[in-house]
């Protein structure tokens, strides 16, 4: 199967969308496309488990084309688990944000166009092999969040959105630093020859931080977060939902593949800084939740805490953290991409997002406020929903890290599991529970286009919930191999 | 006859570069100005013709280089005063200090 | 007998129900749904009872022994090749008993419920609530894997959660459910803790293995849990205690019970269900399924041993206090499952030492029945009276005389007065307690007198003391689908002591002889009879003597009325402590130092660029002077300094 | 002999007819501007074809002259943007009394050029500098009744006779030391003795100058405030980029001896100007004014290049000027088309612009985005590579403090663009209608904005043409 339809497929749609006329031929575009990607996506991961099944590489669907000879840099392509993973969740939340953003009247032409960039940057970015067009798509995910959140936006949405593309583009200023160190001591872009080499440790530890705070600051790593609040609060639904669903984990995905995989030594030496932030992300963002009014900051704060998660798992360096982070990366997609949706559709009701100035919603509209309180429980890690999986795993696996610092950082974590239940119980409480606001008793339910929406979310969230073992046998194989990496390092170091 | 030094020469040029200098930067009138660049470009005249006849005689390339030098400055002189009687057309001066409109 | 295939649907079965309800209920099957949950349940329930007892007298026992069988293990999340949640069904004497009462008290809420709850709005989805509570319950008593109940544990968790606000638009109710399900979070972050502790060192999640490991003195896993220890403290005892915090949120035992008696804002039924007779015990079960380990480490043993005891003690207290009907039963309850929780810590693994094992397995068994007969039958009583309160009450024997007797014989049960059903268990725990601490036991005593007293008073004062005012002659038992709970409950309840439970249900699988002595039970019945008179005395007719009892009490019944201030504290803790000392200042910090410093950049740079523009000063000379000075600074960096 | 004369100098040949086509023109019977500049406009094009057609390298005028394919390349990008420059101006010239004149000047400026890039003699270094200096300062001053415009011109004409007073001041001290003015030969002769360091200095300086390197910009902003659009494009792109060429060659053949001096000074020169670029940028309201000062930052960013000194930086170097000559013309022209209809200059009146001219914001977004060095945008392939040429050294200060960099004037781009999309205006500007050229123009641009990134052949060929010589 050929990778690169995976960046052609939303960009042609894009590029299709601009020839349309009106709200209604475009929107019908943009689905198909979407689902286009989606069917797309599926057969890529049914190719997935027959070729894996077979031979197992590390990489499967490699295909290599030079393109600027003389800096050696290729288009290189190729999927192995994590990727494939990814790229389902891209898919899901890609077709939800869609559907959800159905009735965009205000200059829809452009709206689409941008989600479809959007897109089109998340599926390059997580095939790619080669570091600068990992960059390159990486970037091509940033600006057009910049004019989302600018031009359809709400709230000050122009501090919002130009704080976003500022911070964003700091990260990936300095994920280039890193990029450039790394290019300097191996003269190539390729991950693959790169992995396969060793960089001296001084090198590493010089660089390590530049790309991994680049990555982190994408996937809000503290205390580089304070865009993610402003952005998804100011950002249109669907906006949010891409915001958080798929960009957050570009980071996160990165801090993997290129900081972790390709600087082992370095992973290993700074991992107790990453594990201090990463605490701390996950207590201090559960706390400032819990003071949070307008459901989107809620939810925007509560992000923080959950990518804490992703990093954590990823700076414990067990087989299981690393396995919990991916999993977190993915179930938090989903759920947030979730959240959004409901508070979106909250949102456009009702027009206020003040937890005070709901409330009783389950009466008017039973759907959203199902959806609401779904997303709620998934995001309090209840059995049965992706977030106790993940966050499980993560737990597990930091454990099996005997350092007591570590133990006490775990335990920290695992205490954000009550917190995380308070402030997600308040606003349930307060606004799909509790005597209902007299002037929201006219609210009509979800339309067919938004019931479509949550539920392809809430059925990625439930599978996953009740059968992880999809999944863990998907990303398994390959986040072993990550770890093969560290684990030589670190007995080496021993 | 003694022949005078180099050095004395390239003292000379030196001094009339910087003195054309001090004049560019002080004068606020706008001829006296490009008076003060045309001291400095004679001054690198001097020079070549200086380097020229003392170091490198069996060449010509100092002289031609001044003769060239010669020529720009009469065109630059020509397009810098057209320009400084147009600016006199629209500001009624020539005071350097009166066009100072675009700044910052 | 293969119990994969008769076990797989009595867990799917619900689930199928709840799905089925939860999703088309409220359109289209509205009524129906009643009637299809109460079918199900009636199949799971007749399907368990087949079960257990084909374990228990067909095939459960090898030469003497009661086996742990495993029915089923499917791998359901492998976090490492040793260590995977597996979806098993373990069947050994006390998940055979649990699914029986669990499914047993289940069909009769279903059933009791198509009464109560006739013509409410959310018909449907009270029945979907329910299906899925029972699948949780049943799931969490069937677990092979120590992840795998805490999974159900969590399920259990938010099914009550759900029905506890099932009058959503209650701010009351709200706040209950919301704190009944963070009070067992918190504790559940204990249990995580201790799972987290025990399976790194068992090496294994799944409960067989753990056991084995151990508690095989010589085993690696076992000198490696005990040697290894963290403030002094064994990690065993650690692990032990953290799991027993879980089992504590879950049952309500002192300070983790604050949320039981609000949880009474649920549908009564709902109470009986979850609150008294099933949820609340899991965390007896919990420690009765980890028992062999806790039997080897002592000094766990003796948390839960205190924890038990004080919580039955504390609040009998109360209870005893109390004038809202639920409230005191729920207190009742707490009381109660610290009777079990102390029996299991007074008990040791084997033999005769395993009497306390055994009784307070038993006891978990006969009080689900008079238990929830009980809540029913307030239930009832609530239903016709409108209140909770025993103010509102009275004289209410003739009106309901089939309530009447059955909360007469459930309340005879729970005092403990042969040959009701929590005579012989309570008999059991008070000679088990008798021959390990006495201290304990005369804390039983006590709470036993208590337990007599505070029902007694709750029966007198709903059905004597004044004789009622206006009689509307219509039978107020409600319907039949209410009654014919009620009286099964109440047969149940009389003959349920009878079981020859020590025979069945004891630590080591092997049956256990047990005697009753007369003697060391005149002491109980005596004090329970007392306590009985004094009951009948202050309230059966309506005089003074109850105020008087009061104010000798004076300040301590004032404290015992406000339950000791137990909540008092707990809001100052979570409201002024956390929120102003932690939440408030993180949010503050955020916005006000970690952002604006961000913004501070900008706005530096903002300045950075208004400060230096007088460079750009539009004076050609003072370019020209720039030019300059640039040569000159390059000239002396590199032809002076750089040498 | 004269065929290989005429092959070598073809450019220099084409642009010296067109001067005397229009001039013969202006002595016949006095035509309409539209004529002129279609005419002009063909010849242009023709110009620029001939500049793909049999390209040999060689000798002239002992050394004096030389050229090869790289350097008719360079030539051609030139032509490429004199071009697109003249097909922009339509819309202002049309009603402007002195066409010719203003195409005879551009011209001769850009012959001037060509005999810069391809001297390989100081003497004729110095020829082709001045020749192109002194038209422009001329037609800085093309709009002669605005007081800004004779201004700016005032202002470009003194600083640059200044500063090439310093650049012969060097060169003559280059000569005195070095006896030689040929390129090929100073090498040999140059060391670090102080006199060449600081002849070297001065002519560094008069580089520094053209290509309004920090502290030698201040004329930038203003000369480009004053100057008409046209012509600031013409400064911004043409001159500059003409200059860079030159510098990169001079810098890595004559100086190759210095090449430790040099690579600091690059170093300190390159952040201090994308410093000083960007945080004068940030708060610029003019239009003009604003693309001077980006246009200066990014100077620094291709000082970074530069400063790599090996082929790739060539290469980079080169590379980044075509893009930029794509970018930053296809913004000037969005300026040039809305100041000749409007009138207006600063960037508060482009507000709610997409509202009334899509297509136009479309055009200036891209153009900004690339500016910006935004991906698909060729500008970050551009940026990508000059810092990755730059990194060649392993210095990463500088690397590290760009890329820092990047964000600043990441800001200020997307301030236009928030401009244009976002910010509510009740009167924004009226619809203004693109005439053909410019659509032209327009698409010329954003084609090469959108293909040159992404299209690496163009990389390639151009180092191939650098690893030939």
Not at chain 1, 376 to 389: D, M, T
Not at chain 3, 10 to 33: D, E, I, M, Q, R
Not at chain 4, 38 to 60: A, K, Q, S, T
Request: overall charge positive; some cysteine.
């Amino acid at each position: 199967m050929n990778l690169t339809l995976l960046i052609v497929v939303p960009f042609l749609t894009a590029i299709a969308i601009l020839f349309c006329k009106g709200l209604k031929q475009v929107r019908s575009v943009s689905f198909a496309g979407a689902v286009a990607q989606l069917v797309l996506v599926g057969f890529l991961l049914t190719a997935y488990w027959q070729q894996h099944a077979s031979g197992s590489t590390q990489f499967l669907f490699e295909s290599i084309v030079t393109w600027f000879k003389p800096l050696n840099i290729n288009y290189h392509v190729g999927v192995d688990g994590i990727s494939v993973a990814m790229i389902i969740l891209t898919a899901l939340v890609v077709l939800a944000g869609t559907l959800v953003s159905w009735t965009t009247e205000q200059l829809s032409k452009e709206f689409f166009f941008l989600l479809m960039l959007l897109s089109t940057g998340a599926y390059g970015f997580f095939i790619s092999l080669d570091l600068f067009t990992m960059f390159f798509f990486l970037e091509v995910a940033v600006v057009p969040k910049f004019l989302l959140i600018g031009i359809w936006g709400s709230g000050k949405k122009e501090y919002s959105a130009m704080k976003l593309a500022l911070m964003l583009m700091a990260g990936s200023a300095l994920v280039f630093v890193g990029l450039a160190g790394i290019y300097f001591h191996t003269h190539t872009f390729d991950v693959v020859q790169i992995a396969g080499m060793q960089i001296p440790l001084s090198v590493q530890k010089m660089f390590f931080p530049f790309a991994f705070i680049g990555f982190g600051i994408f996937t809000a790593l503290f205390p580089f977060h304070t865009w993610v609040p402003d952005g998804h609060s100011s950002a249109p639904t669907a906006a949010s939902m891409f915001l958080a669903g798929i960009s957050m984990k570009l980071g996160g995905y990165g801090c993997l593949r290129v900081a972790t995989y390709l600087m082992p030594d370095a992973a290993h030496a700074y991992s107790w800084i990453i594990i201090l932030l990463a605490t701390i992300a996950i207590i201090y963002g559960a706390f400032a939740t819990m003071m949070q009014t307008d459901l989107k900051y809620i939810n925007a704060y509560s992000s923080v805490s959950h990518c804490g998660f992703v990093l954590l798992g990823i700076g414990m360096l067990t087989r299981t953290s690393i396995n919990g982070a991916v999993l977190q990366m993915v179930s938090h997609g989903l759920m947030t991409a979730l959240f959004f949706a409901a508070i979106g559709m909250i949102y456009s009701r009702t027009h206020t997002r003040q937890v005070a100035q709901l409330g009783g919603l389950l009466k008017v509209t039973p759907f959203i406020s199902t959806v609401f309180i779904i997303a709620g429980f998934c995001s309090l890690g209840l059995p049965g929903f992706s977030g106790f999986v993940a966050e499980m795993t993560v737990f597990m696996g930091s454990w099996q890290n005997p350092d007591g610092w570590y133990r006490f950082a775990t335990i920290l974590a695992c205490a954000s599991i009550v917190v995380t239940a308070v402030y997600i119980l308040r606003a349930t409480g307060r606004s799909i529970m509790g005597p209902l606001n007299a002037s929201h008793a006219k609210l009509t339910d979800a339309t067919w286009n938004e019931k479509l929406a949550a539920g392809i979310l809430i059925a990625g969230i439930v599978i996953m919930g009740l059968a992880p073992f999809l999944l863990t046998k998907l990303i398994t194989p390959s986040t072993d191999i990550i770890m093969n990496k560290v684990l030589t390092i670190m007995t080496i170091q021993k | 006859m003694s022949t005078v030094p180099l050095t004395h020469i390239l003292f000379v040029s030196t001094a009339l570069f910087f003195t054309g200098m001090y004049g560019l930067f002080t004068r606020r009138n706008m001829i006296t100005i490009l008076m003060s660049v045309e001291l400095i470009l004679n001054s690198v005249n001097i020079n070549f013709v200086a380097f020229n006849k003392y170091l490198y005689p069996q060449k010509m390339e100092g002289i031609f280089f001044t003769i060239f030098i010669i020529t720009i400055a009469a065109a630059e002189a020509a397009v810098a005063i057209a320009i400084v009687i147009n600016l006199y057309r629209t500001h009624k001066s020539i005071d350097v200090d009166d066009a100072t409109e675009m700044k910052w | 007998m293969n119990y994969q295939q008769y076990l797989l649907p009595v867990l799917l079965l619900p689930l199928a129900c709840f799905l089925l309800l939860g999703l088309f209920g409220k359109k289209y099957l509205k009524n129906a749904s009643g009637v299809i949950g109460t079918a199900s349940m009636l199949v799971v329930t007749v399907i368990s009872v087949l079960v257990a007892g084909n374990y228990f007298f067909a095939d459960g026992k090898i030469d003497g022994v009661y086996q742990h069988i495993i029915a089923y293990k499917y791998s359901w999340l492998a976090f490492s090749p040793t260590m995977s949640i597996d979806m098993g069904a373990i069947v050994d004497p006390i998940s055979m008993m649990m699914i029986v009462v669990v499914s047993f008290i289940s069909l009769m809420v279903h059933i009791f419920s198509l009464g109560y709850m006739k013509g409410e709005e959310r018909f449907a989805t009270y029945y979907a609530y329910l299906s899925l509570f029972t699948f949780s319950m049943l799931g969490l008593v069937l677990s092979s894997n120590i992840f795998q109940i805490y999974i159900f544990w969590e399920l259990v968790g938010a099914s009550s959660f759900l029905l506890i606000g099932f009058y959503y638009n209650k701010p009351s109710a709200v706040a209950a459910s919301k704190k009944a399900f963070i009070v067992t979070r918190f504790a559940d972050f204990g249990f995580l803790i201790g799972i987290l502790v025990l399976s790194f060192y068992g090496g294994t999640l799944d409960f067989n293995t753990l056991i084995q490991r151990l508690t095989a003195p010589q085993s690696g896993e076992y000198i490696a849990i005990t040697t290894a220890s963290f403030l002094g403290i064994s990690m065993l005892t650690w692990g032990l205690s953290l799991v027993f915090i879980g089992g504590a949120g879950k049952s309500a035992m002192f300070p983790l019970h604050i949320w039981l008696p609000d949880a009474m804002e649920g549908p009564t039924p709902v109470s009986a269900l979850i609150h008294a007779a099933t949820m609340v015990v899991a965390g007896v079960y919990l420690v009765a399924r980890l028992f062999p380990v806790f039997a080897i480490d002592v000094s766990a043993l003796q948390v839960v041993t205190w924890v038990g005891a004080i919580s039955a003690f504390i609040a009998a207290i109360i209870a005893c206090t109390q004038t809202d009907i639920k409230r005191v039963l729920a207190y009742s309850t707490m009381s109660q499952i610290g009777y079990m929780m102390f029996a299991l810590g007074v008990s040791r693994y084997g033999g005769e030492s395993g009497l306390g094992y055994t009784a307070s397995l038993f006891h978990l068994f006969t009080h689900a029945f008079f238990k929830s007969l009980l809540f029913l039958g307030a239930g009832v009583i609530i239903h016709f009276v409108h209140s909770n309160d025993l103010k509102d009450m009275g004289g209410l024997r003739k009106l309901m005389p089939v309530t009447h007797i059955a909360f007469l014989v459930a309340c005879l049960a729970i005092a403990g007065v042969p040959p009701f059903a929590g005579f012989f268990s309570k008999e059991e725990i008070l000679t088990a307690s008798f021959h390990s601490n006495k201290v304990i036991y005369g804390i039983a005593l006590f709470t036993a007198g208590l337990t007599a007293f505070y029902m007694f008073r709750l029966y007198f004062s709903i059905f004597w003391r004044k004789e009622p005012g206006v009689h509307s002659t219509h039978h107020a038992d409600g319907t039949t689908s209410m009654k014919i709970p009620l009286i099964i409950l109440m047969i149940c309840s009389i003959g349920a002591g009878f079981v020859p439970f020590t025979k069945m249900v004891t630590s080591d699988g092997v049956a256990l002889e047990t005697h009753m002595d007369i003697l060391f039970s005149l002491v109980p019945i005596t004090i329970v009879m007392l306590a009985i008179f004094f009951a009948a005395r202050m309230y059966k007719k309506e005089n003074g003597s109850a105020d008087k009892m009061a104010a000798t009490f004076g300040n301590f019944y004032k404290a015992a009325t406000k339950k000791f201030y137990v909540d008092e504290i707990y809001l100052f803790v979570t409201r002024k402590v956390i929120f102003n000392l932690i939440g408030r200042p993180a949010a503050w910090i955020d916005r006000n130092i970690i952002d604006a410093f961000v913004n501070g950049v900008a706005t530096a740079t903002g300045s950075i660029s208004v400060f230096i523009k007088g460079w750009q000063s539009g004076k050609v000379q003072t370019y020209a002077l720039c030019f300059f000075s640039g040569i000159a600074g390059l000239a002396i960096l590199f032809i002076y300094l750089w040498k | 002999m004269w065929t290989d004369f005429l092959i070598l100098m073809k450019q220099e040949m084409a642009v010296v007819a067109m001067v005397f086509i229009l001039l013969f023109m202006k002595l016949g019977k006095d035509r309409s501007n539209e004529s002129y500049m279609n005419v002009i406009n063909v010849l242009l094009l023709l110009n620029l074809i001939l500049g793909f057609v049999c390209n040999r390298e060689g000798i002239l005028f002992n050394e004096m002259f030389r050229t090869n394919k790289l350097i008719v390349l360079e030539k051609n990008i030139l032509n490429l943007a004199m071009l697109i420059i003249s097909l922009q101006s339509w819309s202002w010239l049309k009603t402007h009394k002195h066409v010719p004149e203003f195409y005879i000047l551009l011209l001769s400026s850009l012959l001037g050029m060509f005999f810069m890039i391809s001297s390989g003699n100081l003497l004729m270094f110095y020829l082709g500098l001045e020749m192109s200096t002194i038209p422009v300062a001329a037609a800085v001053n093309f709009d002669l009744a605005k007081r800004r415009s004779s201004e700016g011109a005032m202002k470009l004409i003194f600083s640059s006779a200044f500063s090439s007073a310093c650049l012969l001041f060097g060169i003559s001290m280059l000569y005195g030391t070095t006896g030689t003015l040929v390129f090929t030969e100073l090498p040999q002769h140059i060391s670090n003795n102080p006199l060449q360091l600081f002849a070297f200095i001065l002519i560094i300086a008069g580089f520094a100058f053209k290509i309004s390197v920090a502290p030698f910009h201040l004329w930038t902003a203003d000369v480009y405030e004053g100057a008409p659009v046209s012509v600031t494009s013409f400064l911004s792109v043409i001159s500059k980029g003409a200059v860079l060429f030159v510098f990169v060659s001079v810098l890595y053949t004559v100086f190759s001896p210095l090449a430790k001096v040099w690579y600091n000074m690059i170093f300190i020169l390159s952040l201090l100007t994308i410093a000083i670029g960007n945080l004068f940028a940030i708060r610029q309201e003019n239009f003009k004014r604003f693309l001077a000062f980006s246009s200066i930052a990014q100077v620094g960013f291709i000082l970074v290049g530069v400063s790599g000194g090996t082929d790739i930086s060539t290469t980079s170097v080169i590379y980044f000027v075509l893009i930029y000559v794509f970018s930053n013309l296809a913004a000037f022209g969005v300026v040039s088309v809305v100041t000749s209809a409007t009138g207006k200059e600063n960037i508060s009146d482009y507000k709610g612009l997409y509202k009334t001219n899509p297509a136009l914001s479309w055009v200036l977004a891209i153009a900004m985005f690339s500016l910006a060095g935004v991906p698909p945008t060729a500008g970050f392939f551009g940026k990508f590579f000059l810092l990755i040429a730059g990194a060649g050294k392993g210095n990463y200060i500088l690397i590290s403090i760009a890329a820092l960099n990047i964000i600043i004037s990441l800001y200020y781009y997307l301030r236009v663009v928030k401009a244009i999309f976002m910010d509510a205006n009740s009167t924004p500007l009226p619809s203004v209608r693109i005439p053909l050229m410019s659509k032209l123009a327009f698409a010329v641009c954003i084609a090469g904005v959108i293909s040159i990134g992404v299209a690496s052949p163009v990389y390639d060929y151009i180092y191939s043409l650098i690893v030939l010589n």
